[in-house]
């Protein structure tokens, strides 16, 4: 058995058994079943709930407790609600419990804190570097796998960093990419002129919908979705820049498809079987194995991919048998492609 089927396995145990530790309490706290001596006390529950269960998840395994922290975290968090939920409404120990939840927001920010001075020493050694090498979001993707490595926790920071870096700054990166020809992908069919408009539009809608949130639902209300939707915002401004700023690149070992805010793969130039362009009119649909990066225009080239290709996203590792992309100038991009060093 393999060590991902044996992590798997111990993962699906621990999820049955979590699932029958809450069955038992509900089932002892709402009378369902009888106890000598009365129900237990409700500490035994939140030691149950908030320390055996996160424990029991980080032993799964124990090298890798960098990775399944937050995890234990959420688990703690779920069994706080679960036990204040079943506790008796008389019972003094929850609502006491519900005040530390100012002291996870305080350790959360420490930890944000202390991982945005890790990327703005990285940032401030790049000062001494000339604004023609300068790159921002190399420099703090850099900082971040430092930092985080370069896990799953760490690649979606770095996505949150190029979020910050190209929403607020003025010149957020300059031509220092890796690969050695680079292709815009802001021009075609007016990707990057439709995603202006869309921002447009979105920011014009925020007020009124605050207003009329706030009129149905409360102020309380109001705000809550207007921060998430501001902050919504600030993700499509942030995307509508970095399409302008960010090229894919093409040199002798690799692909670097940069998308938008959330591509950013190094494909192998061993994986690529062929490269083609593709009729602009004829729309790419979705289908399992294709991943599309075309953004707000159409995919004009279409990369054939070797059978098992792995590609790694901010989430994770997805198995991709085609590459549907959106170029500025498709036909070079292609010809580039062919003609580089290793090409087919």
Known sequence: MSQRSTIDTRTFIFVGVALLVAMGHLLVMRGHVDVPGGPPPTWAMAV?????LPAAWMLLQPHAWRRRWRGALAIAGVGFLLGRWL?????????????????????????ELWLLSGVLRQLWRLRAVGDEERNVETGAAQALREVLGDGVAGRLMQLESRLWIYALMRRPAAMCWPGDRHFGVHRQHGNASNQLGFVILVAAEIPVMHLLVHLFCGATVAWVVTAISLYGWLFLWADYRATLWRPVSIDAEAVHLRYGLVFDIKLPRSAVLRAEAIDARMPCARKPGRLRAQGMGRANVLLKLRPGTLVLLPWGEQAVTEVALGIDDPQRFVDTLQAAPGGH
């Open 87 to 111: 506790s008796p409404p008389e019972d003094a120990m929850w609502p006491w419990l519900g005040q530390l939840r100012w002291l996870g927001v305080a350790v959360l920010l420490a930890a």
């Open 48 to 52: 149950d709930l908030m320390l055996v």
